[in-house]
Every structure is written in structure tokens, then in C-alpha cells.
Nanobody, 111 residues
Framework: QVQLVESGGGLVQPGGSLRLSCVVS????????MNWVRQAPGKGLEWVST???????TYANSVKGRFTISRDNAENTLYLQMNNLKPEDTAVYYC?????RGQGTQVTVSS
């Protein structure tokens, strides 16, 4: 059974940091491209970052230089390190592979 379970969200002040985790079961994440996407209130899904099977990473321009995607193959876990957070980063963050997505974790950036 495939499961993706995100965690690590919360309330943080502008300029702060959070690290999101996505524990995956049912398939091996190192064999597939894995994405982080987000959905802000009242908006559609927005792609944030991808790590492909070879380890190459890509980022949306809005987060480049602030966010880092990584994975732990032994733990089958995907991460998103988010630094210098801005209010516009407020959203529910999901890890995603194709049509598979977790329940999301809420990130709120506010003073």
C-alpha cells in the first residue's frame, strides 16, 4: 500500500526556517522523481521542487536559494529544508510522485 505522510509544518516568523519530511511506504523514492508542491489559500497547486532518481534537483524561481530538497534513501524519506521564509510561502505543502500525494502539512509564515 502506497502512503506518503508529510510532517514538520507549523507557524514561523518571516525569516525563519522549517524542515518538512515526507515518509514514504509502498515504493522506493530513489527510483522515481519526487516533488514538493504547495497550495496557498484560494489558489491552485504550485510546483516547488523536484529531485530526480539521479539526485538532480530543480526549484521554482520563487524558492530558489532558500529551499533545499533532499532524500534519505535508507529511510525512504523526502525532505524540504526551508530557510528565510516569507509570508508568501504560507501554504499546505505536499510531497508528490505522479498522481500520488500525501495529506499535506500546513506552513504559516506570519509575525
Amino acid at each position: 500500500q502506497v502512503q506518503l505522510v508529510e510532517s514538520g509544518g507549523g507557524l514561523v516568523q518571516p525569516g525563519g526556517s522549517l524542515r518538512l519530511s515526507c515518509v514514504v511506504s509502498g515504493f522506493t523514492i530513489s527510483r522515481y522523481p519526487m516533488n514538493w508542491v504547495r497550495q496557498a489559500p484560494g489558489k491552485g497547486l504550485e510546483w516547488v521542487s523536484t529531485i530526480n532518481s539521479g539526485g538532480t534537483t530543480t526549484y521554482a524561481n520563487s524558492v530558489k536559494g532558500r529551499f533545499t530538497i533532499s532524500r534519505d534513501n535508507a529511510e525512504n524519506t523526502l525532505y524540504l529544508q526551508m530557510n528565510n521564509l516569507k509570508p508568501e510561502d504560507t501554504a499546505v505543502y505536499y510531497c508528490q510522485n505522479g498522481g500520488r500525494r500525501g495529506q499535506g502539512t500546513q506552513v504559516t509564515v506570519s509575525s
